[in-house]
């Protein structure tokens, strides 16, 4: 069973300060990685995806990928209450054909004190 | 251009009624996916096309759930016999699906379905 995990949390920081969100997959031949960020009531909303190992930055969000570790994380630098909400990992797998769905995390609960 | 659009963005029905969800994607994307999403969960796939044809529908959980996208664009999900535990928000999203590991999906608004 292919899995993505994730701390559910609350994760609560105080504004300003760097959010750091972890997510481990088991699917050593996973290929790409993707965050999505929802709010209460709302889809989710692409934030970012990360295809080879290292980091991507766009804006005050950063990826980390480790394949030989096996985890993807999201930074977010001068972190904003606007930042409040859910975090979903999700990761493709490197499948022949056209399987091409992802496999999810739980998501984790993002907090952004004032 | 526009957004992948859901119709309806909230639908009620009884138990053991039908219901059809309608998912209008992004113009372009030729992948279609349905997913549905329960509080605090992960969103569930649930059926994936390519085309006009279903790629994968290995997440549909029973045969009361069936969809179809039968000129390549619109999609629609059609639920029979409702049960309560259909209950959840159903997402459509698309992605413009070429070679390799990429197209990121694109989610639309979703349907909240509840079955009294």
């Known amino acids: 069973q292919k899995e993505v995990e994730q701390n559910s949390g609350p994760l609560s920081v105080p504004e300003g300060a760097i959010a750091s969100l972890n997510c481990t997959y088991s699917?050593?031949?996973?290929?790409?990685f993707f965050w999505y960020r929802q709010y209460s009531g709302k889809s989710p909303e692409l934030i970012m995806f990360?295809?080879s190992n290292g980091d991507k930055e766009d804006g005050r969000f950063t990826a980390q990928l480790n394949k030989a570790s096996q985890y993807v994380s999201l930074l977010i630098r001068d972190s904003q209450p606007s930042d409040s909400a859910t975090y979903l990992c999700?990761?493709?797998?490197?499948?022949?054909?056209?399987?091409?769905?992802?496999?999810w995390g739980l998501g984790t609960s993002l907090a952004v004190n004032p | 251009g526009a957004g992948v659009s859901q119709t309806p963005s909230n639908k009620v029905t009884e138990k053991g009624k039908y219901v059809e969800l309608r998912c209008d994607p992004i113009?372009?994307?030729?992948?279609l996916y349905w997913y549905r999403q329960s509080l605090g969960q992960g969103p569930e796939f649930l059926i994936y096309f390519q085309g006009t044809g279903a790629a994968d529908d290995s997440g549909l959980p029973n045969d009361r759930f069936f969809a179809v996208r039968p000129e390549g664009s619109v999609s629609t999900l059609k639920i029979q016999r409702t049960e309560r535990g259909d209950s959840a928000v159903y997402l459509c999203?698309?992605?413009?699906?070429?070679?390799?590991?990429?197209?990121?999906?694109?989610f639309g608004n979703g349907t909240r379905l509840t079955v009294t």
């Open positions: 999203a698309s992605s413009f699906s070429g070679q390799g590991a990429g197209s990121p999906l694109h």
């Open positions: 999700a990761v493709r797998g490197d499948n022949a054909g056209n399987n091409r769905k992802l496999i």
């Open positions: 113009s372009g994307h030729t992948a």
């Open positions: 699917d050593r031949g996973s290929q790409s």
């Open positions: 990360i295809y």
